[in-house]
């Protein structure tokens, strides 16, 4: 959608070169923003980096009244804040860390029609007093940040986000515009519906990062070889590494240090100071390493990191978008590894399974997670996955990714599979899958007199070992087969009825990657 040249747009890009410095309008700036300037709502997905913020940000300066944001996080508003000051805008914020002094003065500006933007957080928007206030206030608009928040189909679901569907009554005369970096079609519906944006126009700009190569790759215990391995393929590059736990970032920073590659572990547990100082150096260094959790990247800016490697996935495809996207922001080549397992998945769920959180939030999310999975374990392009998985349609191959390059070949391991599923039937979930490979296998070791006579024991020779243990992972990974913790020692159970039923009537194939170190895996899936 390309905009009319209008005055509105005119005295737009005369702000957007005066104020920020730029030089014109990016992707769908304009549309979102000549949308506004016109007294319409409106919703805008753009990628992050595609440039959110002044889509409000330009509304705001040039219609009267204030222009409210909300948004999820007091780090995110301090930012823009202190961006905009420097800028020279009156932008203020309103949240738990402003003394009374300060708000005082504030308010006192506001009603002197002093302040273009005040940031406000949706609990803070949402007491009594403060929407009395407001009510009372001529506003230039409403812009809602990570609007995916307020939909349960969205990987991060804030119940106070809900609140919001009472903008529209509350302030009928206020354009409001919904913005996110993450939405597939059914968040994107449920924002419409929870804010009451119904006849607004929707701007989805693409996904492409063409720079960006994406691989994943099945992990053996833990990954830390590889992830040397892989850094050291690479050096005299900055990079960030995501670990799922702090313990996990230290022990890879130390390795990496060992290995003679300078880099920082980065997680919430270190003092405040230190984590300052550890972000400062990477920002500023010509190639450094960063190991972090998710504490790392909200607000991180490094135009030139060149690859993002996973030690342990993320549980969701925005997360991982999100992720990987902080490299090549320079627009340069750079790569996004991912390295899983199943473990890593059956810890995931387990940890979903576990939240407090409402049955229906916790059913989206174990969806999340195993589309995710699908993704990981797939055959066809990560990037047009990922991008039709946010909705974006006429999507063609990247011609970067592991898959394009190298197309993976499949063997049809589905009469293997099904001796499996019927061995873990037989076995009834008493077991842990190394035995029930054993079983299938026809190892005599620890076996009992009723199991050797199960017609499933030995039917399973003609694969060795790390065979078994590939195709029980692909198993897991499509939800055919479910491993329960069982307090460090997961036993193996059947999973979805349907599809196991499916498999049994060759209804549905199962395909086993084939993997350089699988080298048996050729052809001889099913030949028992
Ligand atoms: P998002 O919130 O979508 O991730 P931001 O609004 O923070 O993105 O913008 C990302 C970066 O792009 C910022 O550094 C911003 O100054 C820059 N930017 C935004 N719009 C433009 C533009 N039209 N031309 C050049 N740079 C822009
Ligand atoms: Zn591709």
Known sequence: YV?????????????????FGHADFRGLQAG???????????????????????????????????GLVISPLIALMADQVQGLRQAGVAAERLDSNISMDERSDIWRRIDAGEVDLLYLSPEGLMQPWMLDRLSRTPLALIAVDEA?????????????????????ELF????????????????????????RLQGAAEFVDSFARPELALSAERKRGKGHDRVVELVLER??????????????????????????VPALAYHAGLDK????????????????????????????????VRYVIHADPPAAIEAYWQEVGRAGRDGQPAEGITLYGSADMAWAARRIETREAPDEVKQVQSRKLRQFYAMLEGVTCRAAAVRRYFGEEGVGHCGVCDICVSPPTGIDATQAAQKALSAVHRLGGRLGRGRVIEHLMGKTKDVTPQEA????????????QPTWRDLFDTLIFEGLLREDPNDGRPLIGLGDVEGVRQVYRNERKVALRQTTDAPDSGGRAGGG
């Not at 905009?3 to 104020?19: G, K």
């Not at 979102?32 to 889509?55: D, F, N, Q, R, W």
Request: hydrophobic content about 40%; aromatic content about 6%; some cysteine.
């Open 32 to 66: 979102v923003i000549h949308e506004l300037l016109t007294g319409h709502s409106a919703m805008a997905v753009l990628p992050t980096g595609g440039g959110k913020s002044l889509c409000y940000q330009i509304p705001s300066l040039i219609r009267p009244g204030l």
């Open 273 to 304: 100071a230190v984590r300052a100082r550890r972000l400062e150096d990477f920002l500023e260094a010509d190639a450094a390493v960063m190991v972090a959790t998710i504490a790392f990247g909200m607000g991180v800016d490094k135009p030139d």
């Open 3 to 19: 905009p009319p040249e209008s005055p509105e747009l005119d005295r737009a890009r005369d702000v957007l070169r005066r104020t």
């Open 453 to 464: 006579q199960l017609p499933t024991f030995g039917i399973g020779r003609e694969f060795s």
């Open 148 to 168: 995916h928040c307020v939909s349960q189909w969205g990987h991060d679901f804030r119940p106070e986000y809900r609140m919001l569907g009472r903008l529209a």
């Open 235 to 260: 050096p005299g590059r900055s990079g960030v590494i995501y670990a799922g736990s702090r313990d996990g970032t230290e022990k890879l920073a130390e390795r990496l240090n060992a290995e003679g």
């Open 172 to 195: 009928p005369d206020a354009p409001r515009l919904a913005v996110t970096a993450t939405a597939d079609a059914r968040t994107r519906d449920d924002i419409r519906a929870e804010l």
